[in-house]
């Protein structure tokens, strides 16, 4: 019974993890933090909103990450940084809208294209209109979601619905 609870809060978790924030890997799906991702492309076609995360992976010893200001970003000088991550698997969170600016402290790797830049959104709240049915059976509703998730076309509160009502049944047939 211990090994299906488990299962049912690895469920849940997951869920909730889906609702909160997404986690973006830089460079993914085919690269990384590296000299051959073009990173203008990679962000141009990623939504980050405030909750996410973004992971730079990369190998110590020849790449790490600096956030600088626009000049520094423009200029690939990180001479003044607001941050330098040094470990290969940095997480950096998300918390606020605005662009951020990431760039290879690394000479010649900047220049080379080693730099991001990621605009962060807010994940506003719009209300929807969802109608079933035609005619006099017509019947609509309306909802409160994420803006920046009906621009992916997925309703996380629909998702967050399905994942409590499977829990649910999952507690109520092992127990």
Same mark, same amino acid.
């Given at each position: 019974?211990?090994?299906?609870? $488990?299962?049912?809060?690895?469920? *849940? ?13 830089? /460079?993914? +799906?085919? /690269?990384? %933090?590296?000299? &051959? =991702?073009?990173? =203008?492309? %990679?962000?141009?076609?990623?939504? #980050? ?31 003044? +940084?607001? *941050?330098?991550?040094? =470990?290969?698997?940095? @997480? ?14 690394? +000479? ?16 506003? @709240?719009?209300?929807? &209109? ?7 059976? $017509? ?6 979601? $994420? ?26 047939? #092992? #127990?």
């Amino acid at each position: 019974m211990g090994a299906k609870v $488990l299962i049912l809060i690895t469920v *849940a978790v997951a869920m909730l993890g889906m609702v909160l924030g997404a986690s973006h890997t830089v /460079g993914a +799906p085919a /690269g990384s %933090w590296d000299l &051959q =991702t073009n990173y =203008t492309l %990679w962000a141009s076609r990623t939504r #980050f909103t405030i909750g996410d995360e973004l992971q730079f992976q990369y190998s110590t010893t020849v790449h790490n990450v600096v956030e600088v200001r626009k000049a520094g970003y423009d200029a690939c000088n990180s001479s003044s +940084p607001i *941050a330098t991550f040094l =470990t290969g698997n940095d @997480v950096v969170p998300l918390a606020a809208i605005g662009t951020r600016y990431f760039i290879c402290g690394v +000479p010649g790797h900047c220049i080379a294209g080693m730099k991001v830049q990621v605009n962060v959104k807010s994940k506003a @709240v719009r209300t929807v &209109q969802r109608c079933r049915g035609t005619g006099k059976r $017509l019947r609509c509703q309306y909802e409160t979601v $994420l803006s920046s998730d009906t621009a992916a076309g997925i309703d996380q509160s629909a998702v967050a619905r399905l994942g409590l009502a499977i829990v649910a049944t999952g507690l109520i047939l #092992f #127990f």
